[in-house]
């Protein structure tokens, strides 16, 4: 024994996501039983991030006239929401996920147009997950059949 701790895993715990055209992925793990919450969780911060972003735009808009300064209180709002929304994105996707498929780009946007991507995806994964529990309460309801 070499001292080291492993622990095997089924290659269907696991949903991978390619990014781009790249060799970066995005992994789900579907034995997480937290997951699920994750993504929910994710969720609504994003909504509410994206509801206060409404909302303060149209106070700089009522506000703020002159041009410039509202272009400028804009600009930092979106881009201080753009970091908040980088942060929830990535509390469920994986660390440096958005930066892995963004890079340094940030637009409001573009996280949109991320949520649509992805749902065709959570889809598939719930189907997985569903597959895989089955398969597991069959084994063990077997199992415990057998014992009874």
Known sequence: ???KLEIKRNREDFY???INDTDD??????????LPEKILNASDNIFKIDSDYQKKIKEIDENC????????QKL????DKCIEMRKEFDSFLGAGSCQKIFGDANYYGMFLQLFEALE?????????????KEKLANKYLNNTKDVL
Not at 25 to 34: A, Q, R
Not at 65 to 72: A, C, F, P, Q, R
Not at 76 to 79: A, F, R, S, T, V
């Open 65 to 72: 006239t002159d041009e410039v300064e509202n272009l400028k």
């Open 120 to 132: 065709p995806h959570f889809e598939k994964m719930e189907i997985k997950l569903k597959k895989g």
């Open 25 to 34: 992925y995005i992994e789900f793990d579907l034995t997480d039983i937290g």
């Open 16 to 18: 991978r996501l390619q």
């Open 1 to 3: 024994m070499n001292g």
């Open 76 to 79: 930092k709002l979106e881009k």
